[in-house]
């Protein structure tokens, strides 16, 4: 539900993976000590995964900077 809510005020795709990002990572944090071991692997997934998008998008970024 979040993600929609994120989906109706983000403009730019970049600040949505991000904002996933941030939320992702705090569930972790929050649900640490009542979940699964198994759990914890799928969701560190998900984490790797965002971080990756996260560091193309920081790239991009950087080069559209250096550009100028």
């Known amino acids: 539900m979040w993600i929609s809510i994120c989906l109706i005020f983000v ?12 939320c992702i990572l705090v569930l972790r944090v929050l649900t640490d000590v009542f979940t699964s071991r198994s759990l914890k692997d799928r969701v560190d997934f998900f984490i790797y995964t965002f971080l ?6 920081v790239v991009r ?8």
Do not use: A
């Open 61 to 68: 970024r950087v080069f559209l900077i250096l550009s100028l």
């Open 52 to 57: 990756l998008i996260f560091g193309f998008i």
């Open 11 to 22: 403009r730019e795709l970049e600040v949505l993976f991000v904002l996933v990002l941030l």
